[in-house]
């Protein structure tokens, strides 16, 4: 039997319409409750006896529990949890001819803070909860028996363990090497799961990259915060005349350059430095592009965040916007969850009209199918992307 936790009278309004979480200040919390470890599997009940299902349950965090399942019977065991995956890895599997994509998307998947990149052979594993830390042995070995991995890779340095209770770590838990590709369009791009960016890779932007790179034939292209290169890279694979890929990450641009020289791509060129810096000033310089490419870390951490946030998106468009020639496209993202749609497009809109161009929206979209978007949790449909043809 799993423990009980009960929520407060009149409290359990949003776990009765659907909403995954429970927040502490929703729970009837009592010694025992504290007590019980962090990332434990409880029954939460309503106040007049109804059963809400399973859930993971952190005494010590602000949001208290996570949904696991709604059947109030369910044993999250590893029969259970391989079944929650195979539930996603089936999908996948309809959605993508290959297998490079994300296999597991949180709760949109039914698996609270849990999130899995798949390379092929290899996988990235983010448990940014304590139940999900504490049910990572039933996760590999559910892995290990629907997908038989060469290797699994912990990228457990997300801030937001930290309000678990839980420690940043990276390092292989199943495997011995951490060498990984990811193969998108004809391009195959090298990997650094231990050292990079997140799980490695961005999968969200995928078909944003294919519909940049459409636009891209005989064009001069600048990719900004480029990672390891995924947009120039695409474009240049597109029949870019020359693609300038800048990021501030010295080891990100080494492998951006490798993938160049794997494909022949002698019209990439690298450029390092802080990215908005580098903008403002080759914006003053007068530089010119036919195709800019801006995809940013989040600027907003928080909600408080916001206003400097927004002010940061507007002067990043208008940098942007006034380097591209007349006729050319600006692609501009954001992965602030914080961060509405209706606001992101107001602030860009705002920097282009300080550019004094004129701009139009072509394109108003999200990430793609492998980051499923929970109907109850808004705040999961995190990136915008913003194509303008200026």
Known sequence: MLPTVKLLPGRDARAKTGHPWIFSNEVAMNHALRSLPPGSAVQIEGDDGARRGIWHFNPHSLMAARLLDRNPAATPDAAWFEARIAQALTLRQKLFSRPHYRLVHAEADGLPGLVIDRYGDVLALQANTAGMERATPLILAALQNLIGPRSIIARNDSPVRKL?????????????????????????????????????????????????????????VLDAFCHTGGFGLAAA???????????????????????????????VTVQRGEALAMLEKWHGEGQRFDVVVADPPAFAKARKDNPNALRAYAQLARFCAGMVNPGGFLFIASCSHHVSPGEFIDATAHGIFRARREGRLLFSGGAGADHPVHPMLPESAYLKGLLYAL
């Open 164 to 220: 678990e209770g839980l420690e940043e770590q990276t390092g292989l838990l199943l495997g011995e090497d951490a060498t990984a590709f990811v193969e998108e369009g004809s391009l195959r791009f090298e990997m650094d799961l231990l050292n990079g960016q997140k799980t490695g890779w961005f999968h969200d932007q995928r078909e944003n990259r294919a519909r940049v790179a459409a636009l891209c034939a005989g064009a001069r």
């Open 237 to 267: 694979a597109a029949g870019a005349a020359h693609v300038t890929l800048l990021d501030r990450s010295e080891p990100a641009l080494a492998l951006a350059s490798r993938t160049a020289a794997a494909h022949g791509l002698a019209q």
